[in-house]
């Protein structure tokens, strides 16, 4: 009984990882942190702020992120779209 207890359920998002739900938890305060994000990134999980925001942008997409936090996801996908809608903003405009 305790196997069909692990399996996942149809329709329900599996829990954040540990490195997922830490990458979250800074995202909700890391202006908290002392110095750069970029620094801050570096310190808290020893990667690259490239690597960092790969991470981060797969977790603005994943289900189970947005049933661990909706309203920072939302943020989050708020901002991202702006920042595309900028930029695509922008390229247009060179097109001219």
Known sequence: MAAAEEQPQPGVPAPLNDRDARILS??????KHAGAKEQAIRKEFGLSSARYYQLLGALIDSPAALAHDPMLIKRLQRVRDARMAARSARLLSRDD
């Open 26 to 31: 800074f995202e909700r305060a890391w202006w």
